[in-house]
């Protein structure tokens, strides 16, 4: 169950400063707007020379085909009504979240503008003021405009004007408090540090630490190895810090090489036959490299529809172990209260490692071990196996190294069959053969899907064509996706388990 200040109504207001924004706009660009019943939810606007002006609202475009195309007089009437274009092509509105952003030609001119409208929306974060009020690092994660850097304002205004926090706003391009020297009210009393150009963000995000004593560091859009070492040392010094990043899930970030150390990095682990066979795994091993620097990751679906991933560490640690992740699910409903759609799985031993695709379950014939201690260890160890009493239906034999090699075991050589033997007829000999046995199959499905991927690189480098993967389990799929990198290629994972499986393919 939620907490109880959790399910209540929201109050949602929107401040747009629609009037502000239409009037940067040509007068007849201006009217037509206007005339629209659904202005409200306008995104965009689209002035490209030699087009037609088009409008884009959530669910629809529209395009003025009755008026003359875009010429550079109208381009030039909202250049010069704007601030100033930054190293990154992006302007704004004085006073506003409204966003320009510039397309030029060879020679820098200006040949397109998006006027992208900015809201400020309050009453939004109810559904996860509970783990902002943690004190946690927090990355949030989702598609573009799906509402992070909405997000992120209501935390700089609620940590800032309701939980009396230190906090400050590092804007790299003044997406989130707006254009101009005055912050939009949007967050609250929070101070804001605008930063130069994109690829000083890193070393604004260390100064604001070292020179203003912030309790909270709010940051837009971390995408370089720069800036993600910026944020662990942040996070290290006690500095809560609340961003988003490039990327939909946690999985994505996992296998992204510049920001996986944000989530603890990867790192490729050779085990001594001992460790491997005390473990229980094959010898070479995906492990975490460090503890993450986000010890929480919420991935927003839609504005009302987010899935948290309330221990980052443990979640990464089970998914290098093939176990796919199940974060907590919560949504807004439409009479405004929030629900739990889905509970957080807390423990590695609720679910199983996925397997590495569809297959069927081992048969064992046992030959003089005993029946019971074996159907308890495959029961304990939870394996994919059952016993036979049908030798010919069998994929291995079980038997004690005593018991010579007659009978019905000299018919296991004349079927090929595998045989294993054990010293004593104890448990603890019967569940360390039974270990041995799966290990063997699962370093030998490892090799073989490598082999595939190795085999589809080559296809694909060759002949251009797109190749799909043979299901397989979340670790073994991250070493595909390593693979194809390796090789400048692109990859992705689509399914569900346990048929997800990896695509790779040439640009």
């Known amino acids: 169950m939620l907490p109880k200040k959790l399910s209540t109504l929201r109050e949602e207001t929107i401040t747009d400063n629609m009037e502000e924004l239409l009037a940067v706009l040509p007068p007849d660009i201006r009217e037509w707007l206007q005339g629209f019943s659904n202005l409200e939810d306008l995104l965009e606007v689209i002035l ?4 037609e002006v088009e409008a884009r609202f959530p669910d629809m475009s529209i395009i003025w085909k009755e008026r003359r195309k875009v010429s550079r007089e109208d381009i030039e009437w909202v250049v010069s009504r704007i601030g100033a274009f930054g190293k990154d092509n992006r302007a704004g509105i004085n006073g506003t979240l409204h966003r320009i952003s510039a397309i030029r030609n060879r020679d820098g001119e200006i040949t397109g503008l998006t006027v992208r409208v900015g809201r400020a929306v309050y009453g939004t974060l109810d559904i996860i003021r509970d783990v902002i009020e943690t004190g946690k690092n927090i990355l949030l994660l989702g598609r573009p405009g799906v509402g992070k850097t909405t997000k992120l304002r209501e935390v700089a205004r609620v940590l800032s004007d309701e939980l009396h926090k230190r906090v400050i706003v590092v804007d790299t391009s003044n997406e989130i408090a707006g254009d101009g020297d005055i912050p939009h009210p949007a ?6 540090m605008q930063v130069p ?3 000083l963000q890193h070393a604004v995000m260390i100064e604001a630490v070292e020179n203003h004593m912030p309790e909270v560091i709010v940051i837009d859009e971390i995408g370089t190895e720069q800036e993600a070492y910026a944020a662990r040392t942040i996070a290290e010094r006690g500095v809560q810090l609340i961003a988003t990043a490039h990327g939909n899930t946690l999985e994505n970030l996992l296998l992204n090489p510049t920001l996986s150390d944000l989530v603890g990095g990867v790192q490729v682990v050779t085990l001594s036959d001992e460790e491997a066979k005390r473990r ?3 010898k070479t091993i995906m492990e975490r490299k460090a503890p993450p620097t986000f010890d929480i990751v919420i991935e927003i679906m839609d504005m009302d529809r987010l899935a948290i991933h309330h ?7 089970m998914m290098l172990k093939g176990v796919p992740p199940q974060p907590e699910i919560r949504m807004r409903n439409p009479e405004g209260k929030i629900e739990v759609l889905q509970a957080p799985r807390l423990k590695e031993e609720e679910i199983a490692p996925s397997p590495a695709g569809p297959t069927r379950p081992k048969r064992i014939f046992p030959y003089g071990v005993s029946r019971n201690k074996l159907e308890k260890a495959l029961r304990d160890l939870h394996l994919p196996a059952h016993i036979t009493k049908n030798i010919r239906e069998a994929d291995v034999v079980l038997s004690l190294s005593a018991h010579q090699r007659k009978g019905r075991l000299g018919e296991a050589d004349k079927l090929g069959l595998p045989v294993y033997t054990l010293k004593s007829n104890t448990y603890s000999q019967i569940a360390s053969k039974l270990k041995e046995i799966f290990q063997a199959d699962e370093l030998a499905a490892e090799e073989k899907a490598i082999r595939e991927t190795e085999q589809a ?5 060759a002949t251009g064509e797109a190749v799909e993967l043979s299901p397989q389990n979340a670790y073994i799929r991250h070493l595909q996706h390593q693979l194809a990198q390796a090789y400048g290629l692109h990859s992705e994972s689509s399914g569900v388990e346990p048929y997800r499986r990896v695509r790779i393919w040439k640009e």
């Open 48 to 51: 490209d020379y030699g087009r």
């Open 187 to 192: 967050i609250g009393s929070a101070r804001r």
């Open 197 to 199: 150009s994109p690829e």
């Open 280 to 282: 229980g795994t094959q």
């Open 311 to 317: 221990d980052v560490a443990k979640t990464v640690d």
């Open 457 to 461: 690189i080559a296809h694909v480098l």
